[in-house]
């Protein structure tokens, strides 16, 4: 039997292995101390604080302008009716201001002084207003003034008119409510200096500093290719969709023959979505848009429609109202490829023989958009018959090509020229009001399926029911689709109420609204219609600090009638 030696040493410990076991610790040592240094550099950086406020938090550069406004976006989630909210909900909101300088803001008196040792000013001279001193001064009192909105970015000031003016820009949106889309103010700032010391005198009204108001460049709308633009891209790199700004929806133009013979086209004809709901439209026309970019197709486009009689004055269909009446169709373009069908037809006339342009029409709106993506041929003509409901554009989307073709909701937004009108009508009531949807006409006659809902909004039940919302005296807007706002008159015993036909100077003869859609309409004036009433309205509502709806918050009627209130909640 083998006796295992008394002095038995393990192999680490053999004295032929001394230079492994070093190395193995010099190793382990180095790896310590290589850990601990990144771990001091680390802390380091994070509790560096520099001095360019600039390179801090939006936070932090708001504590350099002021102590007392918060000057950046606080996120929201509201599910919106247009594209323009489901943009903005992607949108990380940045604050942009000047460079730091050697200057102390002055509370005591509104003023700016500076530390310079060196201020000898000719006070005849015209200010400055590219000044960085100049330029805080004013993001500051605008800051401290519109306190009810949160500033995403403020423009380089311009000079006025006057030596001792100047004019700024800033885009914005109001800080309660549910709408997220961002507007555009520009005021008119008047500035006293007395000596070394500055000071804002007055802020000009909405609007009033026009000097700027941004300029659109020279764009002759070509399309070379047909290649959408990645949207309304900002210095920021993200898009901004905001109302205030000059439009430019003219139509695109064709950049010449060879641009137009190399791309593929889509176009839908016939069928019976006209004259129907703005809801159905877009419901249809969202498909057909939404199957062109499956395709990798431009959509060929009808620019005008058919406004339901539920919206029109005359009680009866109307035609040829034009689609930029309703929606933004700057940023369709530039998002999408569309093309109106007017030029388009135009163009195919003039080339198709001779570059022997083929055509393939598909009648079944059953052939799925699958199908077609082995179609060749220049321009695809889906065809509707006269059998409804079979030939509503929808249907191309339905069934399992609904999960195939997405509806690109997010390229319709709302009008800029109504967006316009929201915005100037929130300015001058400061975007600090509450705000009350009161739903009655045809549904407050109709008992049958709403009974309760004529008691539940008149004056005495609203006042009743409103007393524990809203504050005594306090703004409130009322939307509202009831004729005689009159109707409505106790409640100025309480609040003092707004209408939208309070501010009717903004789509009267003398008015840029009126002159824009003119233009767009060959000269011949735009009726300010109930669905842009309804549109306006709405955006009004969803900006208010408290949104008291009719449904839910002052009737128990269902919103669709007796009996609907579930079927509606799932």
Wanted: net charge neutral; with cysteine; charged share 25%.
């Amino acid at each position: 039997m083998l006796r295992r030696p008394v002095s038995y040493r393990t192999r680490s410990s053999r004295p032929e292995n001394p230079g492994k076991n070093s190395l193995h610790m010099i190793a382990n040592i180095c790896l310590t101390i290589f850990v601990i240094g990144a771990l001091v550099v680390t802390i380091i950086a994070a509790a560096y604080e520099p001095d360019d406020p600039l390179f801090q938090s939006p936070t932090k550069i708001t504590t350099f302008l002021t102590s007392i406004s918060n000057s950046t976006f606080q996120s929201n989630n509201t599910v919106s009716r247009t594209g323009e909210d489901l943009m903005a909900a992607k949108q990380t909101a940045l604050a942009t201001f000047g460079s730091g300088t050697d200057a102390a803001v002055t509370k005591e008196t509104n003023s700016y002084e500076t530390s310079s040792s060196e201020c000898e000013v000719d006070p005849k001279e015209p200010l400055d207003c590219k000044d960085p001193e100049v330029f805080q001064l004013m993001m500051q009192k605008a800051i401290e003034r519109f306190k009810d909105i949160h500033f995403n970015r403020f423009g380089k000031p311009t000079p006025g008119p006057e030596g001792n003016t100047c004019d700024m820009a800033w885009r914005f949106r109001p800080k309660q409510g549910k709408a997220t889309g961002f507007n555009k103010d520009y005021r008119r700032f008047v500035i006293n200096r007395d000596n070394c010391t500055l000071s804002v005198v007055s802020i000009g009204e909405y609007h009033s500093g026009v000097n700027a108001r941004k300029k659109k460049k020279k764009n002759k709308n070509k399309i070379p290719g047909y290649e959408p633009a990645s949207g309304l891209q900002d210095q920021g790199g993200f898009s901004l969709p905001a109302a205030g700004e000059m439009v430019n929806d003219s139509l695109p133009v064709v950049e010449s023959e060879r641009a137009f013979i190399h791309r593929k086209y889509l176009i839908y004809a016939g069928g019976a979505d006209r004259c129907k709901s703005m809801k159905h439209y877009l419901w249809s026309f969202l498909c057909a848009l939404g199957e062109a970019q499956y395709l990798k197709r431009t959509l060929v486009m009808d620019m005008t429609l058919c406004l339901s009689s539920v919206y029109t004055s005359s009680n009866q269909d109307e035609e040829g109202k034009d689609f930029r009446f309703y929606f933004d169709f700057e940023h369709l373009k530039q998002a999408a490829s569309v093309l109106d069908q007017d030029q388009f037809w135009q163009l195919w006339d003039k080339w198709q023989r001779k570059d022997k342009l083929s055509l393939y029409v598909v009648e079944d709106f059953r052939v799925s958009p699958k199908k077609l993506t082995e179609v060749k041929h220049s321009l695809i003509m889906r065809k509707f018959g006269f059998v409804e409901p079979d030939n509503f554009w929808y249907r191309v989307c339905e069934g399992e090509t609904g999960s195939v073709v997405q509806r690109p909701w997010d390229l319709i937004r709302k009008s800029r020229r109504l967006m316009d009108l929201v915005a100037a009508i929130g300015s001058k009531l400061n975007w600090d009001y509450d705000s009350v949807h009161i739903v009655r006409g045809e549904k407050a006659r109709n008992r049958d399926l709403w009974p309760n809902l004529a008691q539940d909004t008149s004056p005495d039940a609203l006042l009743s029911t409103l007393q524990n919302k809203i504050k005594d005296g306090r703004d409130v807007y009322i939307a509202t689709n009831e004729a005689e706002t009159s109707f409505f008159e106790p409640l100025k015993h309480k609040y003092t109420t707004h209408f939208l036909n309070d501010y009717k100077e903004l789509w009267d003869q003398s008015s840029e609204w009126y002159s824009d859609t003119a233009k767009l309409n060959n000269g011949a004036p735009v009726e300010f219609d109930d669905y842009m009433r309804a549109s306006v309205d709405a955006e009004l509502f969803l900006r208010g600090k408290k949104q008291i709806e009719t449904f839910n918050d002052l009737t128990n009627d269902c919103k669709d009638g007796v009996n609907t209130c579930n079927a509606a909640a799932i």
